[in-house]
């Protein structure tokens, strides 16, 4: 059954909501608009807010409903943490999309708010703190990826929960590294900027 369950999560992980609802609602495609991700923060530049908020609670959705379809079935905390770190990797690594997913943040958000919820909530406070003060998504993203690791340690996780989320925050700082050398020469689109 973990095989099974980890698969799963890794194909839900996969759904591209950016491209598909973005596409739906306002004829782009985020693959070739904007940044190329296929993530909120895009669809926010280049389709509007309400798609935005749409592929938020969606990409939060399907992490949460993977390690919740976990639990429900009875895998014990180590394979809801492959889980968790699978459905990460479908979001980032989409099979659909030869690969080329979007970076994991709200994703991971949702896995982890089931796995733990302290960290995962002082992580949320963290990203919009940052995000609000420097106007920078990714930033936002980068330190609330950073933290998450540590806050799990220290709220008191199961060990393998806290591996999976460090393995889960060199994912989305993997992911990050364009946006850190875009910080790092003043070149980082900042929150309400909008692209074609």
């Not at 495609?29 to 389709?47: E, F, H, K, M, P």
């Not at 406070?125 to 340690?153: D, E, H, K, N, Q």
Request: charged content about 10%; hydrophobic content about 50%.
């Amino acid at each position: 059954m973990s095989i099974w369950l980890i698969t799963v999560a890794y194909l839900i992980g996969g759904i591209p909501f950016a491209l598909l609802l973005a596409r739906r609602m306002g004829g782009t495609d985020v693959r070739y608009s904007g940044s190329g991700n296929i993530g909120a923060t895009n669809v926010l530049r280049t389709t509007g807010p309400s798609t935005a908020l749409a592929v938020l609670t969606l990409d939060l959705g399907k992490g949460y409903a993977a390690v919740w379809l976990a639990r429900s079935l009875g895998a014990d905390v180590g394979v809801q943490g492959a889980v968790a770190a699978a459905v990460v990797t479908g979001h980032i690594f989409p099979v659909w999309l030869k690969f080329r997913g979007g970076k994991g943040v709200a994703t991971a958000c949702g896995a982890f708010a089931l796995l733990a919820p302290t960290a995962t909530l002082v992580g949320a406070a963290v990203f919009t703190l940052v995000a609000w003060l420097t106007r920078y998504v990714s930033l936002g993203s980068i330190a609330t990826a950073a933290l998450l690791p540590p806050m799990a340690y220290v709220t008191g996780s199961p060990s393998s929960v806290v591996v999976s989320a460090l393995g889960v925050m060199l994912l989305v700082l993997v992911r990050h590294r364009g946006n850190v050398r875009r910080l790092y020469d003043g070149t980082e689109p900042s929150v309400g900027d909008r692209v074609s």
